[in-house]
Every structure is written in C-alpha cells, then in structure tokens.
C-alpha cells in the first residue's frame, strides 16, 4: 500500500535534484512545468489547512470543549473575512483591508509587545552570575545591550567597537558551524527520506 | 538581608510599569539620541545607490504585524531611497497578512516621493510557497504572478516590460521576520545568482552573518536599529529612528534590572546560593 508514495517521494527527489545540475533547456522547461504543480499543490495545501481548521474548531463547539466560545470567534472570523474578501477584495480601502488595519495589525503588534515585558521580569529573576560561563553570558548581553543602541555610543565611544568584534568575531563563527552542521544534517535527513529510511511523513501504520 | 529578599520579591507589575515607561516617555518626548552607522547597514544602502537609474529591484516583505515595527521603517526607508534614485521596484510579499503591510509601505513611500504605480512600482501581492514562488521568479515571472495585486496583466505593466526573471532584476530585497530569508539566500542568490541585501528582526540577524561574510548577501539590516541608521543615511527622521529612543531607554532599564537583581540576591544568599540563568519562571 505505501509503494506508491514511496515511489512518489523517490522520483520526485532524485529528479528535481538532478534538474537542478542540468542547464539544458529542455530539462529547464521542465523543471519549470513541476514548479507550476508544485504551485497547485501549494494551494490545495491552503484549502485543506482551512478545512482542517473549520472540522477542528466545529467539534470544540459541538461538543462543548473548554474555550468552545474561541472557537465560535474563530469560524465566525473565517467566514466574515472570507466572504467580504470574496465579496469586496482585498485591497486597502475595501471592508478586509479596514478589519486588518483595525483588528489583525494592532492585535499581532500587541502580542509580539507583550514579549518586552515579560522577557524583562524574566531577566530580573533569571539572569544571574552563579558561574564563570553564567558570568560570561551576563556580561557579555550587557555589553551587547547597551553598546546596540544609541546611548552606548554616548557612554563610551569604544562599546559599539566592542560588539561589533562579538558579533564578527564569537558570534560569527558559532553562527558558521551551527549552519554547516544543519546542512549536512539537511542533506542526510533529506537522503534518508527520498530513499524511503525515514518515513514518519506517511503516518501511523 | 531584608532589603535585598524584598527586591528579589519585587511584584512583576512593577517591572511592567517601568518598562511601559520606559517605551511611552521618549515616544512623547523624544530626545533623538544619535544613531552611528553600521558597516552592514552602509553596504546595504550602498549596494541601493550603486543601481543606475531605470534598473529595477524587486523587494519581499516577507513579514507580518507581529514584526511590523522593525521591519515597516526598513521598508519605507528602501523604497524612497528607491524611488529618490528613480530606481523601479517590483514589490510582493510571501505571507498573507504581509498584503496589507506592504501596501501601506508602498503607499507611505510612493506619497512621500511622488511615485507613481505601474511606472516607478509595481505590487505584485501575495503568493502561497516560499521555495516555489523564489524559484519560479528566477524561470517566469509572469507563471508566478501572471497579474499583480489588483488584478492588472503584468503584460500591460509598463514598468515590467522585458522584465521576466532575475537576470533583468539588478538587485534582490528580502525584509523577513522568518525562515524565508534562508530560501531566498539558497535559491534567489544561491542558484540564480542574484545579488541581494536582507533585512531582518535584530533577533534573527546574527544568524546571517555568515553570508554577508560570504557575500552572498552585499548588506544586513538588522532590527529597528538598522532601520534608524538606514534613515539615517537617507537624511529621514522616520519611525525607526523615532523608535531608538525607546529602545535604548528600554535596554538600560533591563540591564539596570539585572544587575540589581544580581546585587540583591549576592546580598541574600552569596554567589552559590542564587539560581542559574533561566532556573526561574518569568
């Protein structure tokens, strides 16, 4: 039953990655055409992804779940901006374009806000020199705080000097490693997955 | 120590408070602290005046209201450095909720520069696939995008004539709050070779040093902060810069926090009786 996918996901990985080293026209084109599917694809994922939300969000209300009422928010939120996307568009000025000024922008800014708070408490309570590597850290965000904005350059003329020579320097190559390791880690679990080792993509058995 | 247990039990909402003040006050009463330019934001705004006029760029505001006041400023900033170089700019996004961001972007910079739709820009819109959309950019533009966000052919586009992929893009904008960054650097400039310039949440551009070290980015705007210095270089008192007053404000205030949380509970316990980093909930 799983030779098909299986067979799918093989084709589809060792061609398109073999497009990907062959310049001739014709193997261009198409790789063109499968860019197109993969396009249809993408679109029928979005459909599915609001299906899904709409069955999940449906049985929280039918059976009266905890936080049913959020729910009820959700999918009526779905409905109306959708059908006045539909109804209307979406441009500025049209009756989605009002709601995302009015609703979604402000909503998305205040909770991503609400981040300056709490990682300040957190800081308070948690950030502490208990040894030489916790020291380290600590002196070192302070540095980089304080020397990252403008009142830094005020205090000492030297702290932007110093934070840049973190950030080019220890940070640079943390930041090198962690991303060589990540591809070869990539590239394995994307060999594992296109010759059929890894298959938790296909689901429960 | 009394006082010190007292200040470790400091009530939260207190914090809270002092970081709204903090926030508020030089919003109100701004106090326009000096920005120094960073030699990643002065290759950024290099690699934009270098294009001749005519040439066209095409800029990703691959964000969303979450992120939209560090990336919003970086954006307006670009497009009327842009549009002051009579530089063309093919807009678009890959989030859906980034539409109404870069419309408003678009709109702000286009009122500001007297630029004008289908001749100095185009909005292209939203398109669902992050590696898909970056790489059928660099095949067909117009199998991507066969209209633009308000419905028009870009056939009939002036400004996109002869334009098709990104050998006839001088230069590629991603201003990101998210992995969409990574698929345009390996995609956009990785296999189609296009020279780019990133833009990012100061969160997220540490993680991209290596490729301006590569130069497979020319620039890195970072955070609020590259936004303020990007205004900066523009000669612009825009919200980025308007914003670093409360940043900078704000970090004193957490850093000052720290150290007297880190005093006070020396004061309690001793060094190796306090908790290590992260060993208490906020």
Redesign the interface.
Known sequence: MRRGPLLVTFLSGTVIAALFFIPHHKAQEFNSTLLGWTLVVYAFALALGSLSLWENHARKIRTRSEGWPYSLVTLGALLIVTGLGIWKGVAEGTPVGRIYNSVNSPLGSTMFSLLAFVIASAAFRAFRARSPEATLLLLTAIVMMIGRVSIGELMSDKLPGITEWLLDVPNLAAKRAIAIGVGLGAVSTALKIILGIERSYLGRS | MVWARRLLA?D?RI??A???LG?IVPLLLPIN????V??RVRAAFDAVDALPAGSVVLLSMDY??????ELTPMSVAILRHCFRKHVKVAAMTLYP?G???G??AL?QASRDERAVRNTDYVWLGY???FQ??I??IG??LR??FPVD??GTPLDSIPMLRGVNSYRQMSLVVNLTASSAADYWIQFAQG?YHAPMILGST?VMA??Y??YL?SRQILGLIGGM?GA?EYERLIDVFGNGRRG??A?????????L??????VA?FASRG??G?????????
Do not use: C
Not at chain 2, 247 to 255: D, F, G, T
Not at chain 2, 275 to 282: L, N
């Open positions: 400091l939260r914090i809270f002092l970081i709204a926030v602290l000096p920005v120094a960073s030699p969303e209201p979450d992120t939209m006041a909720a539409v109404g961001l419309e408003q709109n398109k669902s696939g898909v959309v790489l059928g095949e067909n199998a991507i966000g308000y296999r100061a540490t993680d040093y290596p070290s902060k303020a670093m007053d940043q900078s404000l704000v970090h004193v205030i957490v850093v926090l720290v150290i007297v949380g880190n509970l060094w190796k306090g908790r290590g980093v992260g060993g208490v909930a906020p």
